[in-house]
């Protein structure tokens, strides 16, 4: 367990502020001069109850949605919504894995680089075969439609497509949550593998406190609209199924935990 480094961010989040407008006309706050700091190549977890603002901070970062208030700075440089150089940076992978129905499996995956037009037809071939290789689909479930697959291979699908424009930052909004805990484990290990040999910067949400722990290497715990807390992760040992059963994991799940439940309010959890 190690504090916040100290080190100049990759990524910040400076007092962002947003409201949306209910259906009674009156504006209800989401986020309240919200501020995070990612360092580069690292995994950060946003971890909360529902409504706290995870999902919003996610898409303030990708250029999604305007905040009221407040910037997001990457590299030093002040993004912008309209500027396609920053959003170029970037791939999100939804809860939903949001694949074409009508596209197969290889088809979806080449959408992104279809959509940007500057590379080779055989070298996004070459890139689309590269990533369902890694993401552990075969061949022959290549040409196959999302409705033939399980949850867990449109969720592989989904983040083979992301990864096919090799993104600085990878954005994930709960991908794993509907997944049984085995099948999320393995993906947990697959997002590990992928986040070291691509040395992509990942902002991740999640409800799920031991998903947290296994894949963090800063948990932002928020609450309120805010940052409440941060607690950075270090492990010794390799982040593999025997770390889940050690005694520094539990010890830093209980830290966590208690965290967690100390900054959130039950008006927070009956939202």
């Known amino acids: 367990m190690k504090s916040e480094s100290e080190h100049e961010s990759f990524l910040k989040c400076r007092e962002i502020s947003v409201a949306f407008r209910s259906k009674n006309g009156k ?21 909360g109850p529902s409504g706290c603002g ?13 905040p009221d208030s407040g910037v997001v700075i990457v590299g030093g440089r002040e993004s912008l919504n309209t500027d396609a150089s920053y959003r170029s940076k970037m791939s999100f992978v939804f809860q939903e894995s949001a694949l074409l129905p009508w596209r197969s499996v290889l ?14 037809k055989s070298e996004i071939a070459d890139v689309c ?5 890694q993401v552990g689909l075969a061949p022959n479930d290549w040409q196959k439609r999302p409705s033939q697959l399980s949850g867990g291979m449109k969720m592989r699908v989904s983040i083979a497509r992301a ?9 994930m909004d709960e991908p794993f949550a509907a997944l049984d ?30 998903e947290a722990v296994y894949l963090s290497n800063s948990i932002t715990i928020m609450a309120n609209g ?15 199924a025997a770390l889940r059963s050690s005694q520094v994991f539990i010890d830093v799940y209980g830290e966590v935990s208690r965290t967690l439940f100390d900054s959130v309010s039950e008006r927070d959890t009956d939202r």
Do not use: Y
């Not at 989401?30 to 971890?47: E, G, P, R």
């Not at 995870?54 to 999604?64: F, H, M, N, Y």
């Open 27 to 47: 504006k209800q706050p989401v986020l309240t001069s919200f501020n995070l700091d990612i360092q580069k190549a690292s995994i950060t977890t946003l971890l």
């Open 54 to 66: 995870k999902s919003t901070v996610l898409r303030i970062v990708a250029g999604l949605l305007v």
């Open 107 to 120: 088809e979806n995956v080449r959408l992104p680089l279809e959509l940007r037009a500057d590379k080779p």
């Open 129 to 133: 075969q590269h990533w369902l290789n």
């Open 163 to 171: 990864m096919t424009t090799a993104p600085e930052i990878l954005l």
């Open 181 to 210: 805990d085995v099948l999320r484990s393995r993906l947990n290990d697959l997002l590990l593998k992928i986040a070291k040999n691509e040395k992509c910067t990942v902002l991740f949400v999640t409800h799920n406190i031991a």
């Open 226 to 240: 805010r940052n409440s807390s941060t607690i950075g992760v270090d492990f010794m040992a390799p982040r593999d």
